[in-house]
């Protein structure tokens, strides 16, 4: 798995290619806490480049968005999920949970 | 039978999920179901790993993958505290964000993805059984 940022104006983007498991979500989980330990509380998280995700990451995902919506001060976007993943997150209840988009940009273009 | 012993740590995770999923592909399970399969196994391995052995070095545990019957049947068997998932609390997949539980969400996902899952306590071990019926 590999985590790479990129800074805009409104948000950061957290791109995360490759498997999040149990072995890869400690590094998600610290990927996503450094943002929010800078002060960024809006966040889009690019999955364009991930081909698996278990509920490890998605605890990782639940945490960052619990974190990032407290006192109003942001919120996590999903963007550009792909359709195994966005299965199993529905599968979840989590797509309620999260505003996703079809491509990144637009994410990016929403806060 | 296939059976492979695996140490329990997480990062024996891809190689498993790599097993279970050629098996599922050369089954002639779909992309859809593959992926089933081994978020599923994943999940219960990870269960295995993180519960059953929490605490405990240089343990293994044993894994099967086999097609019969138009059904793939896969088992984990290990030895440590016994787990039975059928006893934990499902989360609330409605719940508000502020109220969602973290825990149980792999044995939810494992329930809904296969269509059997069972869990039995026998001689050999903790064993705990999934199974994907292909079609």
């Known amino acids: 798995m590999e985590v790479t940022i990129k ?3 409104h948000c950061n983007m957290v791109s995360v290619k490759g498997r999040v498991d149990s072995a890869t979500a400690p590094q998600f989980t610290q990927a996503l806490d450094a943002q929010m ?14 081909e698996y995700m278990s509920s490890a990451g998605f605890r990782a995902l639940l945490a960052a968005q619990r974190n990032c919506k407290r006192y109003n001060r942001g919120e996590v976007f999903l963007a550009a999920v792909p359709d195994r993943i966005r299965e199993a997150l529905e599968l979840a209840g989590f797509t309620e949970l999260f505003k996703t988009y079809a491509d990144s940009l637009e994410a990016v273009g929403n806060f | 039978m296939t059976a492979l012993t695996f140490p329990a740590k997480f990062e024996c995770l891809d190689e498993i999920r790599d097993f279970v999923g050629e098996k599922a592909r050369t089954s002639g399970f779909n992309e859809k179901d593959i992926y089933s399969i ?34 793939l049947v896969i088992t984990v068997i290990d030895h440590g505290k016994s787990f039975d998932p059928s006893k934990v609390a499902l989360p609330d997949i409605k719940a508000d964000l502020s109220d969602r539980k973290i825990g149980g969400l792999g044995i939810f996902l494992m329930r ?4 059997e899952v069972r869990y039995e306590i026998t001689a050999s071990g903790n064993l705990l059984t999934l199974v994907k019926r292909k079609g």
């Open chain 2, 112 to 115: 809904k993805l296969m269509d």
């Open chain 1, 7 to 9: 800074e805009f104006k």
């Open chain 1, 37 to 50: 330990d800078k002060g960024v509380f809006n966040l889009v998280v690019d999955m364009s480049a991930l």
């Open chain 2, 38 to 71: 081994q978020l599923a196994t994943d999940e219960a391995v990870s269960n295995t790993i993180k519960h059953a052995y929490e605490g405990i070095s240089n343990a293994s545990f044993k894994l099967s993958c086999d097609f019969k019957d138009d059904c």
